[in-house]
């Protein structure tokens, strides 16, 4: 293992001197490796028609061997970019890279990198512009021949797989949320104004509101890593044509411009700090409102707001909500990249655990927050049961960057007593559950405005879209 460290440390020095074209798989119980050539892995169609030992043995197989293998190959990593090697993020997936791919005897002769560097074939794999998946980086990884470790990847697969298949049944069993009425579902009555506006310390805001007076309670909407305001303009825009006032703040030291300039190479990646950071700006945000400091929010009521986040904001609403860091056991587990417990949402939350606090960040003046998609559990391990506002969580069934069995149906169960509920959308990504500007709002649209007016979220609860994703409440 120290070998392997020290490989993949000189590989991220070095400048590729010729693109890998064979690798080889190492399965498990030590089957002979198996060669194929990497253009053939560039769709199940290629691979059916090659040469290679794999496409061969997938041949055999009858194609089952290449779609498990596309899966794996093709699943977007949890950090698409250039990373420093002393940023804890880049350490996790650092380590999952380790595990996962070995480099050949004759590769290991390169130029050692020093602390602190970066990582350009990251960099290299992230600027061609595709998402970023273990295929695209073996595409830019130096040298012509790689082995990918089989034998520790497939464990994860599998039990990701199963986790599916298990969620996959326990909706079957269950009947879907029933559909909305159309006015719910409908652009409501009120027109909609939008703009952005520049608080005083700094923050930018977007705002979006109904004209005339607000009749429901203001809604605070965080975006995730590397995203923005404008990928949740779909339920603002829905909200305020129902009476709400919409805020959305942006969070600059991890939003799209944040990984842009990263990117380039004029900034780095987000610290841990940011975890921090984060619930302070929404603090920042709910003050402004509280002294009538933020433009085109008059009237915008500053108490009982609801506060939704979406991945990295979901955590963060998380902590308004009550939930504390409080140190737990599981997380030395962030140094053991085969833990049977590691999901890919552990990059993220083991990257800001040095700067995690045991304090409650909780805040008196929201009533309910929604966390969709929330990479939660393992950094609120031991602190979950401390959530002292109703929490609606909502997961997708298909979500391969935060799971929905380790980070929503198990961490739910650590939920303190209350009127807090979990909905899973069949079918739902971690990508498909917000929605931008010009659509409809999404399939969560009636389910977000119901809970905003205070609705109660049953199992009998007419919140869905006919026509998106079937919502199942399962607690």
């Known amino acids: 293992m120290k070998r392997l460290a020290l490989g993949l440390s000189l590989l991220a020095a070095a400048t590729p001197a010729a693109a890998v074209e064979t690798l080889y798989l190492q399965g498990p119980l030590g089957l002979q490796r198996l060669s194929v050539n990497l253009q053939e892995l560039s769709s199940p169609e290629a691979l059916w028609s090659g040469s290679s030992d794999l496409a061969e043995l997938n041949r055999a197989t009858d194609g089952r061997l290449g779609r498990s293998l596309q899966t794996l190959l093709t699943t977007p990593l949890p950090l698409p970019v250039q990373l420093g090697l002393d940023n804890p993020m880049a350490r996790q997936v650092e380590m999952l890279v380790q595990s996962l791919v070995e ?46 470790r089989l034998d520790r990847a497939l464990p994860a697969l599998r039990k990701m797989t199963s986790q599916n298949a298990a969620l996959d049944q326990q909706l079957l069993a269950q009947t879907p949320l029933p559909a909305a009425p159309a006015a719910e579902l409908a652009r409501g009555p009120r027109a909609v104004v939008r703009r952005v506006v520049v608080l005083a310390n700094g923050l930018e805001l977007t705002v979006v509101r109904p004209v005339g007076a607000p009749e429901l309670p203001t809604v605070l909407i965080s975006h995730g890593l590397w995203d923005a305001p404008l990928s949740f303009l779909g339920w603002a825009e829905h909200l305020a044509s129902h009476g709400a006032v919409v805020v959305l703040p942006r969070h600059s030291g991890s939003d799209t ?21 984060r619930p302070a700006e929404l603090k920042a945000v709910l003050d402004a409102l509280e002294a009538g400091q933020i433009p085109g929010a008059a009237g915008a009521p500053a108490r009982d707001v609801v506060l939704i986040g979406h991945s990295w904001g979901a955590t963060s609403t998380l902590q308004l ?45 929201l009533a309910r927050v929604v966390a969709v998609s929330p990479p939660q559990g393992l ?24 799971p929905a069995q380790p980070e929503a149906i198990e961490p739910f169960a650590r939920y303190s007593q209350g009127a807090h509920r979990l909905v899973v959308a069949r079918d739902g990504t971690h990508f498909n559950l917000p929605s931008a500007s010009g659509g409809n709002g999404g399939s969560l649209r009636a389910l977000l405005l119901a809970w905003v007016k205070g609705e109660p979220i049953g199992p009998d609860a007419p919140v869905a879209d006919p026509a998106g994703l079937a919502l199942f409440q399962l607690r």
């Open 103 to 148: 480099p050949s005897e004759r590769q290991w002769q390169l130029p050692v990198v020093q602390a602190g560097a970066s990582l350009p074939w990251l960099r290299q794999a992230a600027a061609s512009g595709e998402p970023l998946t273990l295929l695209t980086l073996l595409r830019v990884l130096p040298g012509d021949e790689l082995t990918i």
């Open 257 to 277: 411009r944040q990984q842009t300039s990263m990117l380039a190479g004029r900034s780095e990646p987000p610290k841990p700090e940011e975890f921090l950071r």
């Open 321 to 365: 909500a009550g939930a504390r860091s409080v140190e737990d056991p599981l997380w030395q587990a962030c140094q053991q990249a085969n833990h049977p417990s590691r999901n890919p949402s552990w990059v993220l939350q083991c990257g800001v655990l040095p700067a995690a606090q045991p304090e409650s960040l909780r805040d008196a003046r």
């Open 379 to 402: 950094v609120f391990a031991g602190g979950l049961s401390d959530l002292a506002i109703p929490v609606l969580l909502v997961s997708g069934s298909r979500d391969l960057v935060v």
